[in-house]
């Protein structure tokens, strides 16, 4: 019958809620009835599923193939593993679309879902629409689909392997934090040369070692005493779902996602001269400078993995990432962020070359930035103050790019003021060729933000 989902679980990019106060099974149930109606209207008829190793998500994954299957839809079941590993088998198996149960790098009391369908992500309106249809479901009347297991898991390992192209092997420490890239990694490792040390690699829910979010410093800790103690060439961490990856080099310095997507785009312009390779509006200028220098057209787009993955395929671009750490790689792979593959191909390239990943970054200009940094905001006016902004500075002749926000160029350097498409907040970035430089950045961005009431932290 017709079902209400709570408003704020329908996302841009995903379906995420809190277990028992926002999301529940009867949720899931009724996306897959809705996700059935969805395929069946794109002429399709079978839908994979997966799960990662939440607490709540064998619960929520019963439901919604349950619901897929009443809704008239043949379900495969690949059971548990890395949000990858579900697309993988979307893109290689007979099937239509897939929905991957997964809270991501959340809290362990989050759930959600990730959906594909027709090899495209599913996202933005189209999710808006799956509420829609849900107000309509009247009984079940059709024939139930039929619902299968398949287990894709040693065909994923294999392919993740086979594009590993170092000539070397390297001593790597590798931090899964306990989040569903457990078991895919400790099979992987035993296909690859070099010495390896895994790190939470059991599937815990409860995430007992840290926060699965390896864009946050302090969620590196481990993987940096790791790679010291060790004497490790690098350290690779993933989040929760495996869809974004985080890299400390032998020093145990953080790369964050530009400084990743830039090593793995000058291998990938060696094959692909002029080829665009695309980045959010988050990423540094060095990133777009050096794609530029290597040969490479670099294309500024907004932030958001499904927005970077569909205009990976309308570009025919080889490659994409986003600061977070989602990254995309469509040479020798299939288009989808895959934190795993990521790393596999990065291991590949310091395999084969002749300097550090250290070495590698120490030649890159210098510049001195923020982090991003993510200031409370209220839903209804996170909008209008980048609208505010952006006028203002529109009527003072600023040189700025508002492809997704505002980011503002100025003779020192740069700075970045975006509303989030997911939470309450608005994220503000700033960049600058000195430290001096970026002072004056921060001051220009503190004068617009408190223009619109909203403080800089200091």
Same mark, same amino acid.
């Given at each position: 019958?017709?079902?209400?989902?709570?408003?704020?679980?329908?996302?841009?990019?995903?379906?995420?809620?809190?277990?028992?106060?926002?999301?529940?099974?009867?949720?899931?149930?009724?996306?897959?009835?809705?996700?059935?109606?969805?395929?069946?209207?794109?002429?399709? #008829?079978? &839908?994979? +599923?997966?799960?990662? @190793? !939440?607490?709540?998500? =064998?619960? *929520?994954?019963? $439901?919604?193939?349950?619901?897929?299957?009443? #809704?008239? &839809?043949? +379900?495969?079941?690949? @059971? !548990?593993?890395?949000? =990858?590993? *579900?697309?993988? $088998?979307?893109?290689?198996?007979?099937?239509? #679309?897939?929905?991957? +149960?997964?809270?991501?790098?959340?809290?362990?009391?989050?759930?959600?879902?990730?959906?594909?369908?027709?090899?495209?992500?599913?996202?933005?309106?189209?999710?808006?629409?799956?509420?829609?249809?849900?107000?309509?479901?009247?009984?079940?009347?059709?024939?139930?689909?039929?619902?299968?297991?398949?287990?894709?898991?040693?065909?994923?390992?294999?392919?993740?392997?086979?594009?590993?192209?170092?000539?070397?092997?390297?001593?790597?420490?590798?931090?899964?934090?306990?989040?569903a890239t457990g078991e895919v990694v400790a099979a992987l490792v035993q296909r690859l040369p070099g010495r390896h040390a895994l790190l939470n690699a059991t599937i815990d829910?409860?995430?007992?070692?840290?926060?699965?979010?390896?864009?946050?410093?302090?969620?590196?800790?481990?993987?940096?005493?790791?790679?010291?103690?060790?004497?490790?060439?690098?350290?690779?961490?993933?989040?929760?779902?495996?869809?974004?990856?985080?890299?400390?080099?032998?020093?145990?310095?953080?790369?964050?996602?530009?400084?990743?997507?830039?090593?793995?785009?000058?291998?990938?312009?060696a094959r692909h001269p002029g080829a665009p390779i695309l980045a959010d509006v988050k990423a540094s200028q060095v990133l777009f400078d050096e794609i530029a220098r290597a040969?490479?057209?670099?294309?500024?787009?907004?932030?958001?993995?499904?927005?970077?993955?569909?205009?990976?395929?309308?570009?025919?671009?080889?490659?994409?990432?986003?600061?977070?750490?989602?990254?995309?790689?469509?040479?020798?792979?299939?288009?989808?962020?895959?934190?795993?593959?990521?790393?596999?191909?990065?291991?590949?390239?310091?395999?084969?070359?002749?300097?550090?990943?250290?070495?590698?970054?120490?030649?890159?200009?210098?510049?001195?930035?923020?982090?991003?940094?993510?200031?409370?905001?209220?839903?209804?006016?996170?909008?209008?103050?980048?609208?505010?902004?952006?006028?203002?500075?529109?009527?003072?002749?600023?040189?700025?790019?508002?492809?997704?926000?505002?980011?503002?160029?100025?003779?020192?350097?740069?700075?970045?003021?975006?509303?989030?498409?997911?939470?309450?907040?608005?994220?503000?970035?700033?960049?600058?060729?000195?430290?001096?430089?970026?002072?004056?950045?921060?001051?220009?961005?503190?004068?617009?933000?408190?223009?619109?009431?909203?403080?800089?932290?200091?």
């Open positions: 019958m017709a079902h209400r989902f709570d408003p704020t679980i329908l996302r841009e990019y995903d379906i995420r809620g809190i277990v028992g106060e926002t999301l529940f099974a009867a949720d899931a149930h009724a996306l897959g009835r809705v996700f059935a109606d969805a395929a069946a209207a794109a002429g399709g #008829g079978r &839908v994979a +599923v997966g799960y990662d @190793g !939440r607490l709540t998500s =064998p619960e *929520l994954e019963a $439901a919604l193939v349950e619901g897929l299957a009443a #809704g008239g &839809v043949d +379900v495969v079941r690949i @059971g !548990r593993g890395p949000t =990858p590993m *579900l697309y993988y $088998a979307a893109a290689t198996l007979d099937v239509d #679309g897939g929905i991957m +149960v997964t809270g991501s790098h959340n809290p362990p009391d989050h759930n959600g879902f990730k959906l594909v369908l027709q090899g495209r992500p599913f996202f933005g309106d189209a999710i808006q629409r799956l509420g829609e249809r849900a107000l309509a479901l009247g009984p079940v009347t059709g024939p139930h689909g039929a619902v299968r297991e398949r287990s894709v898991f040693d065909d994923y390992v294999a392919r993740l392997a086979q594009d590993y192209d170092g000539r070397s092997g390297l001593v790597v420490a590798w931090d899964c934090g306990n989040g829910g409860t995430f007992p070692a840290h926060h699965p979010d390896p864009t946050v410093a302090e969620n590196l800790v481990q993987l940096q005493q790791a790679v010291a103690a060790q004497r490790c060439d690098i350290g690779i961490g993933f989040d929760g779902d495996g869809d974004r990856i985080g890299v400390v080099d032998a020093a145990g310095r953080i790369l964050w996602g530009d400084q990743i997507l830039l090593v793995l785009a000058r291998d990938v312009l040969g490479g057209r670099p294309v500024m787009m907004q932030t958001g993995h499904s927005l970077i993955k569909a205009r990976l395929a309308e570009e025919a671009a080889p490659l994409a990432g986003e600061m977070s750490g989602h990254i995309f790689f469509a040479e020798r792979w299939y288009g989808f962020d895959d934190a795993i593959y990521v790393a596999v191909r990065l291991l590949g390239v310091l395999g084969r070359a002749e300097e550090s990943l250290g070495a590698m970054i120490d030649r890159l200009p210098p510049v001195f930035n923020t982090p991003e940094l993510r200031l409370p905001c209220e839903e209804a006016r996170k909008f209008a103050i980048v609208e505010e902004v952006k006028a203002r500075l529109r009527r003072a002749g600023a040189d700025l790019v508002d492809i997704d926000g505002v980011r503002v160029k100025t003779p020192d350097g740069w700075w970045l003021l975006r509303a989030s498409n997911t939470q309450a907040i608005v994220v503000v970035r700033a960049e600058a060729t000195s430290r001096d430089g970026l002072d004056r950045v921060k001051r220009q961005l503190a004068t617009e933000l408190a223009a619109s009431g909203l403080a800089l932290p200091g």
